[in-house]
């Protein structure tokens, strides 16, 4: 039933998931309360009363499993990343076992010049779990890299749901409208943080604005 539910999501990102995907899937399932999340330094929230309407954080440098893909739509491109990265955490790696999740799984994503569209490469990102940054385990798929990313500023918005390039493109503009105008952060690169599978609906996600170095 388990396979099924994440078939069906797969074939709305107009992808086949493969049968061997079904253990990574109930490893996933069993291990899903012990998430370790990315560690963070918070700087400031902007809004009003509970409601942030953003954040600023700083980000660690640490090391992080990365795979690029580029299929012509972005939900294709982030889950076969993802199918990739869920085998490597699960048991494709050197220590052979699971490795433990972490939170958020990110979606590094740049715009073509105009603003209007995503290029098609998509790098995912999957941070290496604290007990095993210094000595991360070796992948067995060779377009997965192990890779040390550097610290990151970042100013941060919450959004709900799927995500597609529709609504990407849809959060970046509002979050532009927000901000007004400014020269703190990257106008071409930005970041999707996931916090939850892509099986749940609803999942919490966060648009990244890069912080100028």
């Keep these: 039933r388990l396979f099924a539910h994440w078939e069906a999501v797969a074939s709305t990102h107009r992808v086949s ?5 079904a253990g990574p899937i109930a490893q996933m399932a069993r291990h899903r309360q012990a998430r370790e999340p990315v560690p963070y330094v918070s700087l400031s929230q902007h809004g009003k009363c509970e409601e942030a309407a953003y954040r600023e954080r700083r980000y660690p440098a640490g090391k992080w499993a990365c795979v690029t893909m580029g299929e012509p739509m972005y939900e294709q491109s982030i889950s076969m990343s993802f199918m990739k990265l869920m ?3 699960c048991k494709e790696n050197s220590v052979g076992c699971h490795l433990g999740m972490t939170v958020p799984v990110l979606n590094e994503i740049h715009l073509t010049k105009e603003g209007t569209e995503l290029e098609c ?4 990102a999957y941070y290496i779990p604290g007990e095993f940054q210094q000595n991360p385990p070796a992948p067995m798929d060779p377009e997965i890299h192990i890779t040390e990313r550097a610290p990151l500023r970042v100013i941060t918005r919450v959004f709900y749901g799927m995500t597609t390039e529709e609504t990407i493109l849809r959060e970046i503009n509002l979050f532009w409208e927000l901000l007004g105008s400014t020269d703190m952060v990257l106008r071409e690169t930005y970041i999707v943080a996931s916090y939850e599978n892509p099986s749940i609906p609803q999942r919490r996600n966060e648009i990244w604005f890069i912080c100028q170095a």
């Design 121 to 124: 490469e998509v790098l995912t």
């Design 17 to 21: 998931l493969p049968r061997d995907m």
């Design 87 to 89: 085998r490597y955490i």
